[in-house]
């Protein structure tokens, strides 16, 4: 009889932890699964996702400690780590006004390890998928896992891209972020040849910036770059509030083209935010950055003159 209750509790427990894990599935599914995202970027208030975001992303870690293969779960988790590091804490350090250089760093420092964070997540979810992809291109290996991945891979591709090359951006004397620029590179072309329509326009938008930034030598192109610039105005029927703002920051200001600078910020300013709905909040927070950018032209133009309350 003893025996008998012993079976009877073990079974209870082995069914009561495949209950627990199939709901965990359940949540995890739902949290992640398409249209997830748009709670947060179709939002009207940055703010209000600000300061949403970083209880979204401790949520998420839990229930990855939970479930650490969820492969939905470490996408969105790693994805949202970016998009936080870049949309609340690098960009609003770099409009910091100059005497607040201390505080600009420390934001910077910050932002550059939230990308790391999001990158390692983003490659552990990669490397779960493609065992030995993490260390595939220091082994020559690299191009032979992108050639076999999918369509489905794109979202991690992407997001492993831009953890990466943001946080080399932040530290342009990290070493050991440079030397990676090759397979950074490798991943968001892969990405791009197997959905060049991801996000609609948003790899346009991004080869825009990485064309554009980077030197010959690390593959910066700029012709490349006013490429995907007419590729992203077409395919958002001229509505990409991020590749007019890409262009005047990353072409216009290098070349002191101060015309084309001014004409496309506020053809940026002119784009209604509503008029995709699933890309509000970037619209707005672009738009946020264009204003700036105008407002500070001085910094970048030494020709134009100081503000006199400066």
């Known amino acids: 009889m003893r025996n008998i209750t012993a079976l009877i509790c073990l079974l209870f427990l082995l069914s009561a932890c495949s209950i627990n894990r199939i709901a965990m599935n359940l949540v995890a599914d739902a949290l992640t699964g398409d249209g997830s995202a748009d709670v947060f970027t179709s939002d009207s208030d940055p703010q209000l996702v600000g300061d949403a975001i970083p209880f979204a992303i401790k949520m998420y870690e839990a229930l990855l400690s939970q479930n650490p293969n969820h492969q939905g779960l470490i996408n969105t988790t790693g994805s949202m780590f970016v998009m936080y590091a870049n949309a609340y804490v690098q960009g609003p350090a770099e409009m910091l006004p100059q005497y607040r250089f201390l505080e600009r760093q420390m ?8 990308y790391l964070r999001g990158l390692e997540l983003l490659y552990r979810g990669l490397e779960l998928k493609y065992p030995g992809f993490s260390a595939a291109s220091a082994e020559g290996r690299l191009p032979v896992i992108l050639a076999r991945m999918k369509k489905a891979d794109v979202p991690a591709l992407y997001w492993s891209s831009a953890a990466g090359l943001s946080a080399y951006s932040i530290d342009l004397l990290d070493f050991e972020l440079s030397a990676r620029i090759p397979e950074w590179n490798a991943m968001i072309h892969r990405a791009y040849e197997l959905d060049p329509d991801f996000g609609g326009y948003s790899l346009d938008e991004f080869l825009i910036i990485f064309y554009a930034s980077l030197p010959e030598v690390m593959g910066g192109d700029i012709e490349k770059a006013k490429v995907h610039f ?8 001229g509505n990409s509030t991020g590749a007019y703002v890409s262009y005047a920051e990353f072409i216009s200001v290098p070349a002191q083209d101060y015309d084309t600078f001014k004409d496309y910020l506020e053809k940026a300013l002119a784009i209604d935010p509503d008029i995709d709905k699933s890309a509000r909040l970037v619209n707005i927070i672009t738009q946020r950055r264009a204003r700036w950018l105008l407002d500070n032209a001085w910094l970048y133009f030494s020709f134009l003159p100081i503000p006199d309350d400066y």
Do not use: G, T, W
């Open 107 to 114: 934001a910077m420092d910050r932002a550059k390890n939230l």
């Open 230 to 237: 007419q590729r992203a105005v077409e395919k958002s029927r």
